[in-house]
């Protein structure tokens, strides 16, 4: 089953303007990733948040994390064409060795 | 990124057929994972290793079958494909601790 739930599914916006994507999850974690993979590619981790942190940034990238909710969300500002990518949010219990559960994902397409 | 490679990229194979997916990190790190990526099923997790010598099985570990003799190296095999097992498979690894994931450019499997 699938710890992390993505939403939405599929967002398309234009260049420069910001793209938010939503993540929720059912059990407890440690941390709680976010992942982006583009086409035939493999995915490749962009921020890692802990479950003591509320808000994390990187770069036009920011995070935030409300485990009362077990709900993430992941803003990209300002966002690219090469923004264009599917994002995966991905939920670490803390005691399964890094064995990490991901969900569906979001398609971000960002048009130039 | 050459720290992990995956081969073959593409793999076409007949029903019944043994077919072994390669997996290679450069890091030394300790812990591996194969995953699998389907439409509407996100990536799962198939067996997870933590050590050379120390596999475990995920999420959906029916039909497959790893080995672990050296750290670098952590090979899937489908010991006789069924047309379920078409799919795009990811090898990861990661180091000690709550470090993320560093993931291969997958292996797209198809059984026909």
């Known amino acids: 089953s699938q710890q992390g739930e993505e939403d939405p599914q599929a967002l398309s916006i234009q260049e420069g303007e910001n793209a938010t994507m939503n993540c929720s999850y059912k059990?407890?974690?440690?941390?709680l990733q976010w992942y982006r993979q583009n086409s035939g590619r493999g995915l490749v981790h962009l921020i890692l948040?802990?479950?003591?942190?509320r808000e994390k940034h990187s770069g036009r990238l920011r995070v935030t994390l409300d485990t009362s909710k077990k709900s993430s969300s992941l803003l990209i500002t300002a966002s690219r064409a090469a923004d264009t990518a599917s994002y995966f949010c991905?939920?670490?219990?803390?005691?399964?060795?890094?064995?990490?559960?991901f969900g569906q994902g979001t398609i971000l397409t960002v048009h130039p | 990124d050459a720290g992990i490679t995956q081969s073959p990229r593409y793999k076409i194979t007949e029903t019944g057929r043994q077919v072994t997916l390669m997996c290679h990190q450069t890091?030394?790190?300790?812990?591996m994972f194969w995953y699998r990526q389907d439409l509407g099923h996100g990536l799962r997790l198939i067996y997870y290793?933590?050590?050379?010598?120390?596999?475990d099985k995920g999420e959906v570990p029916d039909g497959y079958v790893v080995s672990r003799s050296k750290t670098e190296n952590f090979p899937l095999t489908l010991e006789s494909a069924t047309r379920s097992q078409t799919s795009v498979y990811f090898c990861?690894?990661?180091?000690?601790?709550?470090?993320?994931?560093?993931f291969g450019n997958g292996t797209r499997l198809t059984v026909t």
């Open positions: 990861a690894s990661h180091g000690q601790g709550a470090s993320p994931l560093h």
């Open positions: 890091w030394s790190h300790s812990y």
């Open positions: 991905a939920t670490d219990p803390g005691w399964s060795y890094g064995k990490l559960t």
């Open positions: 059990t407890s974690i440690n941390n």
């Open positions: 948040i802990r479950s003591n942190e």
């Open positions: 290793s933590a050590a050379a010598d120390i596999t």
